[in-house]
């Protein structure tokens, strides 16, 4: 069993200190394997900002991170950096590797960088960024989880919120549901969610899941701080791929996170 641990706009610049800590007492208690930001690492992607942000995670102490960038890890007001050198902040303190990957016996994991420096909110994905992802899906060992990162979601909850849903959304969703893609993971507009969306092979439908407001006083709709830990178990030995995604919120009371709804991944036919 796999224990990742997704964090989203933890807006370095703007943390809680007291959330910072029970996030840390949380990490401590679940062990997760691997740590998975989604984007909006900082507020404004100053020096500063990556360098506490990086600091921040080594101190948890998660074997494995891997991280792709938001909107708001480009420069905004310094234009020539964010036209000549956008990245360079986000490189400096995450490395230069803008579409990660990780993979273990039980799931494979491919992050995409979905902002553009021309954009200053919307996110979008290419068809070679889709097609690339599914082709890898496809050729994928059936019994472990694939999973997709990024940063803008790909499905949302209410039409209230389509104005922020990836450019490339719907063929991105069509084409990774036939790939036989299990889970993509997002965040960007601090909303904690899981939508089941049909998949076209069988036994395995395509989850959307959303990550909430990891660290940052900037929470939305009466939504405290949040996290997701997902829990993921390769098929194996006769037995069905097991999964589920844990919603973890920021009780301010008790000064802890707690795990507040539990998702179950439906286990499929393969294996």
Known sequence: MTRLLQLSDPHFGTVRP????ALRALVQAQRPALLLLTGD???RATAAQFAAARAYVDALGVPACIAIPGNHDLPLFDLASRLLWPYARYARAFGA???PQFENADLQLWALNTTRRW????GALGA????QVAQRAERAAP???RLVAVHQPLAVPSPDDAHDLLHGHAAALRRWAAAGVDLVLGGHIHLPYVLQRPGQTPGRPLWVVQAGTALSRRVRDGIDNSVN???LRAA?????????VERWDYDAAMQCFRRIAVHPLEPGDVG
Not at 18 to 21: E, F, G, K, L, S
Not at 128 to 131: D, G, P, V
Not at 236 to 244: D, H, L, M, W, Y
Request: charged share 25%.
């Open 18 to 21: 007291a959330v910072a800590d």
């Open 41 to 43: 690492i900082t507020q």
């Open 97 to 99: 590797e803008l579409e």
């Open 119 to 122: 954009r200053h909110v919307d």
């Open 128 to 131: 070679a960024q889709i097609e």
């Open 143 to 145: 019994q472990r989880w």
């Open 229 to 231: 830990l997902l829990q």
């Open 236 to 244: 194996c030995g006769g037995q069905p791929r097991q999964g589920q």
